[in-house]
């Protein structure tokens, strides 16, 4: 029913960033220049690694991906570079969320929060908590996944992070709506809406209303989903998405028929 909506990022986490900082080496002076030049191979070696396993990401091949990956890591932790550690556990963690191997994507987010919170990083802790709540809800641990959630909610409220609160909000209204807990959905939703709706970013904006709209649908009030689905449509368009509008408009074709074979 739903649209293919991949969890959203929260936090730009990239490994250029936290690779392109100087390494600090120890004296004496020329060993100190030497470890930095097997530093910099090295962490160039993992940025082209990186981008590699993200294009395997994207492309669904993820097994590679998280082959490739493994290899980052050997490469960071060598060099003890814990903020690019971090960052690889993340795409790690999405390519085990890839081949389902969700066991695998909760011990590598596990991992991420802890150097997150070695680091006191908190908005990527906040961040990884919330993925980590997606692979506890495709696995059906939806208490669990609520729990994961809303301590990411608390820290990105704590930050002030408007855009991620919402996204998270977001996140435990489709748990709500997974356990057809649909009045709940609703308003998980909505108040992810009133945040979003201050904010000029209408690609999340859209996902938020046809996922409002698709809860209606479910609901019956048939009037107030196809309302939804074509305010999901502008945003959409507004976004440059027209996959997405391609899909939804098919959506309320099937609903326009089911109506009016049942009437």
């Known amino acids: 029913m739903f649209l293919n909506l991949k969890h959203l990022s929260l936090i730009p986490l990239t490994l250029f960033v936290s690779l392109s900082q100087p390494v600090f080496a120890a004296t004496p002076e020329n060993l100190a220049i030497a470890q930095t030049q097997i530093s910099q191979n ?6 082209e690694l990186y981008q590699k396993g993200l294009r ?3 492309q669904g091949q993820y097994l590679e991906a998280s082959q490739t ?6 490469i960071l932790r060598g060099i003890g570079d814990r903020k690019g550690e971090m960052a690889a556990l993340e795409k790690l963690a999405q390519a085990y969320e890839g081949l389902k191997e969700y066991s695998k994507a909760i011990q590598a987010y596990d991992d991420a929060i802890a150097i997150s919170r070695e680091l006191r990083d908190r908005s990527s802790e906040a961040a990884f908590l919330d993925y980590q709540g997606i692979v ?6 939806y208490d669990r996944a609520l729990q994961t959630h809303q301590q990411s909610l608390a820290i990105f409220r704590e930050l002030k992070v408007a855009r991620s609160e919402a996204i998270v909000l977001r996140n435990i209204g489709r748990i709500y709506f997974t356990r057809n807990q649909f009045d709940s959905a609703i308003g998980f939703f909505q108040q992810a809406l009133a945040i979003q709706e201050k904010i000029d970013e209408p690609g999340n904006q859209a996902v938020t209303v046809y996922l409002i709209a698709a809860t209606y649908n479910y609901l019956n009030q048939k009037n107030k989903a196809i309302e939804s689905y074509e305010a999901a449509i502008v945003l959409f368009q507004k976004a440059g998405n027209q996959e997405a509008v391609r899909q939804i408009r ?3 074709q099937q609903i326009q028929q089911a ?3 049942v009437s």
């Open 259 to 261: 109506s009016s074979q």
């Open 69 to 74: 990956f493994q290899e980052v890591l050997g």
């Open 250 to 252: 098919l959506e309320m």
């Open 136 to 141: 506890y809800r495709y696995q059906e641990q």
């Open 56 to 58: 395997q990401n994207e």
């Open 42 to 47: 090295n962490r160039d070696a993992a940025i």
